[in-house]
């Protein structure tokens, strides 16, 4: 189910089931370490908090050094290209697409790591082979191996949250076509999925601020109902994601999206919207925040619960993804 981007694995894929899982957002580290129980500790920096002291720090304090990582790629630091597939063997096709990107890239390929992954048969009605290419600034990622050496940790895995949240619906078996919104303050990301599969990302230029400054407005509910009048902000989130949604239908040929998951934004509540956005696009909307609880394998009986915010989730999608290879045997020598 889904696919799994590795740079890295194991020459030997071990029996150790704990893992820390890193999601690289926006210049700030987020983290989830989970064991064979589930979910155990989550990191989320410090409003402010830019780079990784404030993970290191927490790391040091929690004693999870020698453990295997997977961490999710700053989308700063990578890009996503759609692109017409090569006609050539899956084994061959990121080298087919790095020898095509260097004619869209602005700098060397050689300052980059190219890999690909296709998208199903049936997009684009068949008419088309389409790929997509993920490009990383290679630079990026051996400062990444050195800081794990440096911290004693296991790099297993890098990944992107594209593919870390396709891992994370995996363990809930949506049916049909599902789209995850993901809402920073300003911008944000849709991404539609569909058997296990990705079909599009695209970026937004409206974002949470709009949806809370929509909340704060809206006046008490009373008996499931709201008054409010004026869905102005709520109305621009919902026009970019028509846009996106009659994309998937009308050029790729995938027909309607049965629901949206909302993910939760890791610096503000947008619950009370949500009902509204719905109306706006005529498409179920839900609320996409997992309590640690919820997290397939985790305890249910902690006092406390965290909540998985969108770049925990994502943090959390890559664990998944490293289970997956070890379930089927899988490794990767570095």
Known sequence: MGFSWSLFSATKHGADQRCLGIELHNSQAFAVYSDQGGVRLCYTPKEGEQGMAGL???IADNRLSELPVVISLDSLDYELHLLEAPAVADDELSAALQFRIRDIISRPVSDVIVQGFRL???AYRGRMDMAFAVVAEREVVRQLVSWCERLELTLELITVPELSLLNLLADYAPDGSIGVLRLDASDGMIYLYREGALYL????HTGAEVLSRAAAAMPAVEDGLTLA??????DAVALELQRSLDFFDSQQGMGMVSEIWVLHPDEADISAVLPVLEA??????RHFALPVSA???APS???EQATLTASLAAAYGGILARQQMLAAGQGVAV
């Open 56 to 58: 290191e720090q927490w």
């Open 120 to 122: 199903p048969s049936d």
């Open 201 to 204: 990302a695209r970026h937004l």
């Open 229 to 234: 009048t004026d869905h102005s902000d709520i």
């Open 280 to 285: 706006s696009i005529n498409v179920s909307v």
């Open 295 to 297: 997290a397939p394998g």
């Open 301 to 303: 009986d902690e006092q």
